[in-house]
């Protein structure tokens, strides 16, 4: 019983903290031009992490039209006889590509 507590305890503990997808997709922005929504989710990203994927997709400068970063969820990791909250990341950003000069 033990180890099975163990073993739930560690598959969750991955589902809360593993590296999350980072990527882009093509998104329509406002004024009918093509933009992208670039992810970069999880505890072991942050903001730079977009913006290095915003860089490569668009192959070099680009623009932040918007973006947004919230903590959603929890998971109770049970450690001895107390439990740590583990929360989960979602980051994005709403960027245009600089046309080339």
Do not use: W
Not at 12 to 22: E, K, N, V
Not at 38 to 43: E, I, L, Q, S
Not at 54 to 78: F, H, L, M, N, Q
Not at 91 to 98: F, Q, T, Y
């Amino acid at each position: 019983m033990r180890i099975t507590g163990i073993l739930v305890t560690l598959f969750l503990t991955g589902c809360a903290t593993a590296p999350r997808h980072i990527g882009a997709r093509p998104v329509s922005l406002p004024d009918g031009t093509q933009g992208y929504e670039v992810a970069c989710n999880g505890r072991r990203h942050d903001i730079a992490d977009c913006m290095n994927e915003a860089a490569k997709v668009c192959g070099g400068k680009y623009e932040i039209i918007d973006r947004a970063s919230e903590t959603t969820g929890a998971v109770a990791v049970p450690i001895g006889n107390a439990a740590v909250a583990v929360r989960g990341v979602h980051r994005a950003m709403i960027v245009r590509c600089a046309t080339p000069q």
